[in-house]
């Protein structure tokens, strides 16, 4: 059987110019994998072009997720199939309050009424009380304030805040993939550890996450069995997380310095 | 067009656009002129003061010019509007006696419901007379007076002789003039002195002839230490030919009232909507507008308070929507005529597939009111490239030691925003509706409940096919 998500010689152009250039990646649930790169890598690119964001174009190559080819999906579509990205830099939706996005979001996942029948458009989904039940589950694991709730989604939030934010979202759609966006930049080492720790509780054999970073240091929180390269859109490097802390002590220009030279 | 029509998909995607065929007691023709105006006194039996004035404010409003600010006017023929229609003979006072076609129409329109949460009085203009007035036996016990403003003229006449025409006279402008000339309708309300009327007074109302202007004229008074609430909700069916509202709101706070006037008007789309309202608040009054203009071909409206007295308070609150073909010139007015007053203006407008919606406000200072503070934000939202939003802020200060403040934005939903909803499983449509209703949240949340679902759905409504 194939991996849960599959991605085969990914080719993506941002307003022409393209930023991946044949990239290849598989990952099952219960895996986790770091993709580290130096800045331009095409580290973004990737992650926004999983979530399937309009501005990224796909030229050539393939995304299987769960048996099914996504690249013609729209962004909540691949959500609802189980695809989850944490933003690197999240929106706020002003007037809009985290309990009711939420809400929203879980809903989306239930089947929904036929627009074509007469009925009056009543959403189905959870109950206001299960709802209200799974939300304080899941802040209490965080470790959030339950004020949090009311508060407008995003608007006004510190960095830690919002990444925290992002890890409640995950607990609250349980996907079956994570991208994690460079959820460490920004964050004091504290707020790594929190947020890190949040993602470990959620980790179990039903998930896979991708953590996609700059730098070693979340990787010392959420431990990742596989380690990616990435360098001018494309891995140059896979290994075990000893790769990491290789990378770590030798930085980036090591990597490109053998590159230059295996191509050659 | 069939009496049979029943609740159903037709009605969803025209919600607000049914009708019920025409039934009159009276129907005025079609035109303005002195003929007219003696007809419309004599139907309603009034006395000879209020005749004259209405004869008086004919000549001001021939004497105007029509404006040539704010929207297009010029293709308003004041000839092809009817200015007085009677549909039924008799008052209205419990639900049991009003028309069961008139009913059928409340029915569609909610009111009920509205009647059965919480109400017991509620004023209700349909055409140019109101058909429906009862009121909560305890008001009465209390001394409030909330009847029509035929009824108001007839029982309280020395009220009318002394406050009509004093907050907004005829001479204010033309729509104020014209409105004086051929009223009818609106409504009465008097709270008297240290009565905190709690559940709020509501009216609905609604157009629904062809070319039948709507001039209803309200006169609100709350008397010393009183505190009221009046909500004011209409929707109107959808026609081909233009129609004219031009109501007239005259509001007075007096010492240490409190007063909030809230309306959500949606028009239909070619009705022009040509308001004056405007409230005098005196010595540490609190007056509120709430407003939320959905709907017409054009609206002009620009709620106001003058503050008189020392500490006087004003807050106004606004939200436009314009869609295609749409122009919605809202606005307000915060004038300090006093020391130590205070006004905060929040305006948020929407504009869609080629919409235009814009703030015109104006805040004046007179020389004397030191201490004074005014606090403005206008917030616009453009849903797509061809939306269009104006902003003339207009500040006149004529004392020093004031504190004034004034925010403008201008925002556009971002790819951004949208990409993040979907990308946690919520559509585009469903994303896009979240961000207005985000951003109009601040003024909805001031709403009472039923008027802040029906702001959501009327919304929702304009919203529909907005997401190619």
Known sequence: MSATLVIKDLHVSVEGKEILRGLNLEINKGETHAIMGPNGSGKSTLANTLMGHPTYEVTEGEIWFKGQTIIELSPDERSRLGLFLAFQYPSAIPGVSVASFLRTAVNARYPQPDPASNGNGQLKGMSMREFRRLLKEKMEMLKMDPSFARRYLNDGFSGGEKKRMEVLQMAMLRPEIAILDETDSGLDIDAVRVVSEGVNQLAGPDLGVLVITHYQRILNYIKPEHVHILVNGKIVMSGGPELALELEEKGYDWIKEAQVGSSK | ?468
């Open chain 2, 1 to 468: 067009m069939p009496d049979n029509i029943t609740l159903g998909v037709d009605l969803d995607t025209y919600k607000y656009g049914f009708r019920d065929e025409e039934k009159y007691v009276f129907k005025a023709r079609k035109g303005l002129d002195h003929e007219i105006v003696d007809q419309i006194s004599w139907m309603k039996g009034e006395p000879d003061w209020m005749r004259a004035l209405r004869h008086e404010a004919l000549d001001i409003f021939f004497s105007k010019p029509t404006p040539t600010w704010g929207g297009d006017l010029s293709k308003l023929d004041y000839d092809d509007i009817y200015y007085y229609i009677k549909p039924v003979e008799e008052q209205g006072r419990s639900w049991d006696d009003v028309p069961d076609e008139i009913k059928r129409t409340f029915d569609r329109l909610g009111v009920p419901e509205a009647e059965r949460n919480f109400l017991a009085g509620s004023g209700a203009q349909y055409e140019s007379e109101a058909v429906y007035h009862s009121l909560k036996e305890e008001w009465e016990r209390q001394g409030v007076i909330f009847v029509d403003s035929d009824t108001g003229l007839r029982e309280h006449p020395d009220v009318y002789s002394e406050f009509f025409g004093t907050v907004v006279p005829a001479t204010d402008n033309k729509y104020a003039a014209m409105n004086t000339a051929v009223w009818s309708g609106g409504s009465f309300v008097y709270v008297p002195p240290g009565v905190k009327v709690t559940l709020p007074l509501q009216a609905y109302f609604r157009i629904n002839a062809q070319n039948v202007g709507q001039f209803e004229r309200t006169l609100i008074i709350i008397d010393e230490g009183a505190e009221a609430n009046y909500v004011e909700g209409c929707t109107a069916p959808i026609y081909s030919t233009d129609s004219l509202h031009s109501g007239v709101i005259e509001i007075i706070v007096k010492k240490g009232a409190r007063f909030r006037y809230t309306t959500i008007q949606n028009w239909s789309k070619n009705v022009y909507n040509l308001v004056t309202q405007r409230a005098l608040a005196y010595e540490n009054a609190v007056m509120e507008w709430v407003d939320g203009n959905l709907g017409s071909r054009l609206t002009m409206k620009y709620p106001s308070v003058y503050m008189m007295g020392r500490g006087a308070r004003a807050e106004i609150l606004s939200i436009a929507f314009a869609n295609a073909g749409q122009h919605q010139d809202a606005g307000a007015k915060a004038i300090h005529a006093a020391p130590y007053t205070s006004s905060s203006i929040t305006s948020k407008s929407i504009s869609k597939s080629g919409g235009r919606a814009g703030y015109r406000g104006l805040v004046k200072v007179y020389e004397g009111a030191y201490g004074a503070k005014s606090n403005v934000v206008c917030d616009a939202l453009l849903l797509d490239e061809h939306s269009r939003s104006d902003t003339y802020p207009v500040m006149e200060i004529d004392q020093e030691d004031v504190s004034i403040s004034h925010e403008a934005t201008v925002s556009k939903v971002s790819d951004e925003q949208l990409f993040y909803l979907q990308s946690r499983g919520i559509s585009e449509e469903q994303a896009m509706m979240m961000i207005v209703n985000g951003f109009i949240e601040p003024i909805v949340k001031e709403l009472p409940m039923e008027y802040a679902v029906e702001m959501n759905r009327l919304i929702q409504l304009e919203m529909e096919g907005s997401v190619g």
